[in-house]
């Protein structure tokens, strides 16, 4: 439940930024990319839909993407993405409690833009 | 001629011969160069004539790196000149020893509008170490001296020499030309101690440290030094560039297995990144994929030790000698948990271009292509990958255990499409009892694919897998993303029989639609023992990591 209310959290704080946050507005004015965050057995999912400046979200698992981070379980998935930098994103990968899937360089992408709202 | 008396032209083969052990020369013939051919004859030096003068710097280019001496080409005035440029450019960017020889109108018709009359000198001051014009025979060996010194000595890079028919007909008394001693200098600079000192206490202070050895490390040609270093150090190394293969990629410290993607992974929690001989330009994003690490920069042009990222330490100096240098310096040191930790992650990044590489599919995706040919080559083998998402797949996929064995000159800063047969045919002259396989994109196949007359000619047996998306893929597929699928421009190419032209050039060909098809089709060309082309068809949908950060590069425009 925690990481769902955080996913959801998420989505808000990206739509809020895609419409107040300059740095962040121009980062994504051009993009379009579909990133999910989900869990393996499919419960917890969100799709970060962007596209030319503007944020959507689904919450289907199995939607088209061009990353995903796919957790092993949501207690870790929660406490990682709260961290909210890479090397907790790197050492969870290592550790086989994530998998990256689709292209990577879209999740660095993703990273990127948190920095601009963070 | 009497044997008192020499050709400028001879001499000049000569001097190659005799003082700089030049066994090969690529070249174009033309009738400005004849008196240099000849002699090259006389002195019983291979001459590779190619079909375009483009190729002929390519494939010298190609042999100094894999044979880490400076590779001669020789071309003939006007458009055999202008041909080269390409070449020599690329030559410049990737700072290779490319000594160019080259024809010119003579000096007797200047400004009387001569045949292939024109500037070079001032054209190609910009994109070389040295430029000149010999104007007297007797000067030739101190020219070609000083043009091999300069291509060779502290930074390397291309150097042109421009000799006119009127001193390559000239005949003159040996006596008068006299040959300077060859004199080739090893860079002696050496570091400041405090540096070396800075730099070594970082080191033996880190806890999760990187090495990426770039093309320094291939010039430097320094594995035994890069051995010692990593395996006292125990810090996991990934070489790019020239640099890869000094050190197996099968050494249980690399990372370069993974390529590109496996090296971004971990790159970016490195708490200390050793770069050698490595420049931060636009392939290596600037150095922006560490951004917190402590960073040491080894290099022999100090002009890059600050460049777009300042150097924690900066230690100007030859790679090898460097290390060398460092090597009482640092600990002994164990670092296989985070080498571990390091490979875990990269599998965990690259777990649907693992999966890819598995399954078999329809259409053929690239990723599965480039394990399929592994599997039938394996690593004792050299690789060239050429294209733009080609080159992506062919660096990921490939692996060797020869130094140099997985190029990808195209993805170097010219981006220059087309060097992948040339490099190929380097390679296979270089190193002819080893398999050579070619990896290219069916748009670069485009630039130089006339050149397997050249090896059908010289007998040269590349094989080239063509992965024929038919289109300029990531051209197409950054149109696609930035301007939509229906306004896609100038991007598709369309299914062309490329096997069927190297057939009619004397080669062997075959097609190849399904999975099923690309080992036996391999193998047989194998055993045709010509220069092969195997094209392959691959899903067109299929975009690699390299097309989005080429767009993500233009995005932020």
């Known amino acids: 439940m925690r990481l769902k209310i955080l996913l959801f959290g998420l989505y808000g704080l990206l739509w809020f930024s895609s419409k107040t946050n300059t740095s962040f507005k121009k980062f994504i004015r051009k993009a379009r990319v579909r ?84 | 001629m009497s044997k008192s008396t020499i050709s400028g032209g001879h001499l000049v083969a000569r001097y190659l011969k005799e003082n700089e052990n030049i066994t090969h020369v690529f070249t174009l013939s033309g009738g400005h160069i004849e008196a240099i051919l000849d002699g090259m004859t006389e002195y019983n030096i291979t001459a590779i004539d190619v079909r ?98 300069q291509a060779t000595m502290g930074r390397p890079g291309p150097v042109f020499l421009e000799l006119p028919p009127d001193i390559l007909f000239a005949e003159i008394d040996s006596s008068s030309a006299p040959v300077p001693s060859r004199r080739r200098h090893k860079t002696a600079v050496r570091p400041e101690t405090s540096d070396l000192e800075a730099a070594a206490r970082i080191i033996n202070s880190a806890q999760k440290p990187v090495l990426i050895g770039g093309s320094g490390i291939g010039m430097s040609d320094c594995g035994a030094s890069l051995k010692s270093f990593v395996d006292k150090t125990g810090i996991p190394f990934a070489l790019v560039n020239y640099g890869r293969g000094v050190l197996p990629d099968d050494h249980p410290l690399s990372l370069s297995e993974g390529g590109f993607t496996g090296i971004a992974s971990g790159l970016p929690v490195a708490d200390v990144v050793v770069a050698v001989g490595l420049r931060f330009n636009w392939v290596l994003q600037s150095g922006q994929l560490f951004p917190d690490a402590k960073v040491i920069r080894i290099d022999i042009d100090p002009s890059e030790l600050d460049r777009n990222m300042t150097a924690t330490v900066g230690l100007e100096g030859d790679a090898g000698m460097v290390l060398d240098q460092l090597l009482p310096l640092v600990e002994k040191r164990d670092h296989t948990e ?128 063509v992965n024929n998306d038919c289109a300029w893929g990531m051209i197409k597929h950054s149109q696609e993303i930035s301007l939509g699928h229906d306004r896609c421009t100038c991007s598709e190419l369309g299914m062309r029989h490329y096997e069927k032209m190297v057939e009619g050039l004397g080669g062997y060909g075959e097609l190849v639609t399904k999975d099923e098809e690309i080992v036996p089709a391999l193998k047989r060309a194998v055993a045709s023992g010509k220069p092969a082309c195997i094209n392959v068809v691959t899903d067109p949908t299929v975009t690699s990591q390299a097309t989005i950060l080429f767009y993500q590069s233009f995005g932020e425009l």
């Open chain 2, 52 to 149: 375009h003068e483009q190729v002929a710097a390519m494939m010298a280019h190609a042999w100094s790196v894999y044979n880490n001496t400076p590779g001669v080409c020789l071309v003939t005035a006007g458009p055999g000149f202008t041909n080269a440029l390409t070449g020599i450019v690329n030559a410049h960017l990737e700072n290779v020893p490319l000594v160019v020889l080259c024809g010119r109108h003579p000096v007797r018709d200047d400004l009387k509008g001569a045949l292939q009359e024109m500037n070079q000198i001032d054209m190609v001051k910009p994109v070389t170490k040295w430029a000149a014009t010999c104007y007297d025979p007797r000067r030739i060996p101190e020219y070609l001296s000083i043009a091999f010194r």
């Open chain 2, 338 to 465: 985070w080498v571990d930790t390091f490979k875990r992650a990269c599998t965990a990044f690259m777990t649907t271009e693992l999966e890819k590489r598995q399954q078999p599919s329809d259409p053929i995706h690239p990723a599965r292509l480039v394990e399929q040919v592994m599997s039938v080559f394996g690593n004792d083998a050299y690789y060239v990958a050429d294209g733009g998402d080609t080159t992506y797949y062919g660096l990921s996929g490939f692996s060797s255990v020869h130094r140099a064995g997985v190029l990808i000159p195209a993805g170097g800063l010219l981006g220059c499409l087309g060097t992948g047969i040339p490099f190929a045919l380097a390679a296979k002259l270089a190193h002819p009892d080893k398999p050579v396989i070619v990896l290219n994109g069916d748009g670069s196949f485009g630039f130089n694919s006339m050149e397997f007359d050249t090896a059908v000619r010289h007998n040269i047996p590349i094989i080239c897998v």
């Open chain 1, 35 to 118: 990133m999910m965050i989900r869990t393996e057995d499919g419960r917890y999912a969100r799709l970060f839909i962007f596209d030319m400046g503007k944020i959507t979200t689904v919450t289907d698992p199995d939607q088209p993407f061009d990353a995903a981070l796919t957790w092993k379980d949501p207690k870790t998935a929660f406490s990682v993405l709260l961290k909210q930098n890479m090397e907790a994103i790197f050492y969870a990968a290592a550790d086989g409690n994530l998998k990256i899937e689709g292209m990577p360089v879209y999740a660095q992408w993703f990273d990127a833009a948190m920095g601009h709202i963070m």
